[in-house]
């Protein structure tokens, strides 16, 4: 079986295949094709990898293989699940693949940033297939979460996410675009990865990202038409010492040229990843009255 993921491996690599959507190098990914030809949840036990593949197994494998290099579909479309901050979550083309590094402040309870025993309702917007509303009900127990999106298909698949992991007491998911349905809500914690590709980085994207939905991706000319309408209305929702956390992935420069005045603190994730800035309510507040928004 090693024998087979390494030549699986060999195989992504000579085709070039691009990894983002939960692995980042052809090993990795041959491994999750293979766990799921065998039926198995999580990693592969060294002790499996040393058997011989039975031959359904090792048709199945393959199978996987040859549709990851032929339709360039990312491996947990393939494969229907992935794992986002140690949950479980159902994953297909209704809603992006799982991807953001604020599951691992998600898992620090968003410590040191705010006191989590003290948060008692969160927001998710642009919440997608559910996966930070989710991962935010499951870390912090104490609070209410509103997930909301402005497609009906993501949101299909949010609650399908929520009726599986058992939080659909706690997760309250409402189509919306951006702020629109939630007049009067206010919350402690606003957390958000949007749309924030631009036009000309949408155009060039590897073929693994025309598998998923554009409106999930695309934000105008910049990437910045989500981030903008999130500045200018998240004060409205926010509590007083509430903070508001967004990323905007590889617009982060775009972002700090745009508004160079604003106090922005970028975050630094110990496994990697970047673009995520975090604001407190009354930087907002301050940064819109000195700028004028």
């Not at 007491?169 to 629109?180: A, N």
Request: aromatic letters at 8%.
């Amino acid at each position: 079986m090693l024998e087979a993921l390494r030549r699986g491996a060999r195989r992504l690599t000579r085709a070039r295949v691009f990894f983002g959507h939960g692995t980042d190098n052809a090993g990795d990914e041959a491994a999750a094709l293979l766990a799921y030809a065998l039926k198995v949840t999580g990693p592969i036990s060294p002790r499996t990898l040393q058997r011989r593949l039975r031959p359904a197994e090792r048709s199945a494998y393959e199978a996987l293989l040859e549709l990851r290099i032929e339709t360039r579909q990312p491996a947990v479309y393939l494969t229907g699940v992935t794992w986002f901050a140690g949950l479980p979550l159902k994953t297909d083309a209704r809603a992006l693949v799982p991807r953001s590094p604020l599951a691992e402040l998600i898992e620090q309870e968003f410590r040191p940033w705010i006191d989590p025993t003290r948060v008692r309702r969160i927001l998710d917007l642009c919440t997608g297939g559910g996966c930070i509303a989710l991962a935010c009900a499951h870390y912090l127990p104490q609070a209410r979460v509103d997930g909301t999106d402005i497609s009906l298909e993501a949101l299909s698949l949010a609650q399908e996410n929520r009726r599986a992991l058992g939080l659909s007491r706690r997760v309250r998911l409402r189509q919306s675009d951006h702020f629109e349905a939630l007049s009067g809500e206010r919350y402690d914690i606003i957390v958000s990865n949007p749309p924030y590709v631009g036009a000309r980085e949408f155009k060039s994207l590897p073929a693994e990202y025309r598998h998923e939905p554009g409106l999930g991706l695309a934000a105008g000319p910049q990437g910045l038409d989500s981030v903008r309408i999130i500045l200018e209305q998240a004060i409205d929702h926010l509590n007083p010492r509430g903070i508001l956390v967004v990323e905007v992935g590889n617009t982060e420069r775009a972002v700090r040229r745009t508004w160079p005045r604003w106090p922005f603190m970028w975050l630094e994730f110990e496994r990697g990843g970047g673009g995520v800035f975090l604001l407190t309510r009354e930087q907002i507040a301050q940064a819109l009255e000195r700028n004028g928004g």
